[in-house]
């Protein structure tokens, strides 16, 4: 073709459609910006929570009402699919309704309860002793939930089945508002110190003075207790510089990030429970590339409902505390052990059964962790700090995920093939990287095992270091307990 001098140049051929470069996708502000907040809006919310937790009960059942409240927050998740299954189970933008609805509307139901469980004048009275029965009646109740939204919140049904369990649901939910609010509102002085130290679980209101022959008796035993810790413990100085004494002392935030304890605290969680966490996010990929796809919704279904069993479990302490006299950073380090295990058997065994046991394993471990941590934050660096100090320590989070994350994609891209795939919503023809079999997950289980070893030290010589701590404020409920029974045999 000769082209005459002016002549207008031809159009240049248009590729095919498939045949044309995507164009990079950008986020769109407004998107970003309710994402952000929707973020902030969580922490928000459980700081909220856990603060009220600390501020409406008394010491002896601040770690069953978190607890038991953390424990619900795992089973929020189970409800939305209830709703959404009942509503529209076709229609994923359902789930944005019901997010920016249920939370508003439960907390204004809630609001006048709450603000009835705070007389202004901050009296302090006995708390019955029914206060236990009830707690456990409560656990027996989520118990029940759990198992109940286990076996059919998984099941895909029809719109009149899903509403009956739905209204099932709602039904174990509503029952413990049978329990009379007096029962479960308790009226703490919370600006005044507390007497009762987070293993006091008598009477709020004991005499706290004694005569001299039980002052000595318990000033003695207390001291020889003491020394006999620090006795056992002399495996190096990380175990005796600075190592803690008394619980629930107020740490300051510039005092937080000075306590060697907060930062093995915080090594704990970070190579511990983040882990587990990092491991639910991924666990889709996973079972896609364990050729699994089939059984993610049960694979799901059993990492939840064990971390929801593994949050109510974290009340056991409390529940055994007369039989078993354990510090709380011991059973955090117990809770550590079968993690690591896990993992390595994932690492080493490929089949499906390994690979259920496994995060039933992880859901339970991460699970207990993460209901434990907010009373073991209270009683290590006070609960009237709870609010700042746990925000502080769950910064491991996001910090986790991305580090975990990182790792597993590396793994995941070095054994992986890159694949064109076709765009359905534009046609464009994009390239990416696909991992099946056991290769694409192997090296990062292990990896993920060792860090969970990592932790799993740091919170054993976190134990080490507070143990002392924790039997202390143990002898201290024993003089208590000695000077009740005193008063009441003196006519």
């Not at 470069?21 to 929570?49: D, E, K, M």
């Not at 038991?68 to 299954?85: E, K, Q, V």
């Not at 174990?172 to 308790?186: E, G, M, Q, R, T």
Request: proline letters at 7%; aromatic letters at 10%.
């Amino acid at each position: 073709m000769v082209l005459r001098p002016g002549h207008p140049l031809p159009p240049a051929p248009r590729r095919p459609p498939h045949l044309r470069r995507p164009r990079p996708r950008r986020l769109r502000p407004p998107v970003f910006l309710i994402c952000l907040v929707a973020g902030c809006s969580i922490c928000w919310f459980n700081t909220v929570c856990f603060v009220l937790c600390i501020r409406s009960f008394t010491s002896s059942n601040r770690p069953l009402a978190l607890s038991l409240s953390i424990s619900f927050n795992g089973l929020s998740a189970a409800f939305y699919t209830l709703f959404a299954n009942a509503l529209s189970p076709f229609s994923p933008s359902v789930y944005l309704l019901l997010n920016a609805i249920v939370p508003l509307v439960v907390s204004l139901v809630a609001l006048p309860a709450i603000l009835l469980c705070h007389p202004q004048d901050g009296h302090l009275r006995i708390v019955p002793k029914v206060d236990k029965h009830v707690f456990l009646g409560l656990y027996i109740l989520a118990f029940i939930t759990g198992i109940y939204l286990v076996i059919f919140g998984s099941f895909t049904t029809t719109n009149s089945i899903a509403w009956v369990v739905l209204t099932g649901a709602m039904a174990l939910l509503a029952l413990p508002l049978i329990i009379p609010v007096s029962s479960s509102c308790f009226h703490v002085d919370t600006h005044a110190p507390d007497p009762a130290v987070p293993l006091n679980h008598d009477d709020p209101q004991k005499p706290l003075l004694l005569n001299n022959d039980h002052r000595t008796e318990s000033n003695d035993m207390t001291q020889k207790t003491v020394e006999h810790q620090m006795q056992d413990c002399r495996l190096g100085a990380i175990l005796e510089k600075g190592r803690m004494l008394v619980l629930c002392e107020e740490h300051s935030a510039k005092k937080l990030i000075q306590c060697v304890d907060f930062w093995l605290y915080y090594t704990a969680y970070f190579c511990g429970a983040t882990v587990g966490l990092v491991y639910s996010n991924n666990l889709g990929q996973i079972a896609q590339s364990f050729h699994c796809q089939s059984q993610l919704t049960m694979l799901l279904a059993v990492y939840s409902s064990c971390s929801f069993f593994g949050r109510l479990l974290s009340a056991l302490p409390d529940f055994l505390h007369r039989k078993v006299s354990f510090a709380r950073t011991g059973w955090l380090a117990a809770a550590l052990v079968p993690m690591p295990m896990a993992f390595l058997l994932m690492w080493k065994l490929h089949d499906i059964n390994t690979f259920v046991a496994g995060t039933a394993v992880i859901g339970l471990s991460s699970g207990f962790i993460f209901a434990a941590a907010v009373s073991v934050t209270s009683e290590l660096f006070g609960p009237n700090s709870i609010g700042m100090n746990h925000n502080i320590l769950i910064t491991n989070i996001p910090l986790g995920s991305l580090l975990y994350g990182q790792i597993a994609a590396l793994v995941y891209d070095a054994n992986g093939l890159k694949m064109p795939v076709i765009d359905k919503r534009n046609g464009m023809i994009d390239t990416m990287v696909v991992c099946m079999g056991a290769k694409c997950y192997s090296t990062t289980f292990f990896i993920w095992g060792c860090i969970i070893l990592l932790g799993l030290v740091s919170s054993i010589i976190l134990f080490l270091r507070t143990r002392t701590a924790y039997t202390t404020a143990a002898g201290q409920q024993v003089v208590n307990t000695l000077a009740k029974f005193q008063v009441d045999r003196t006519p």
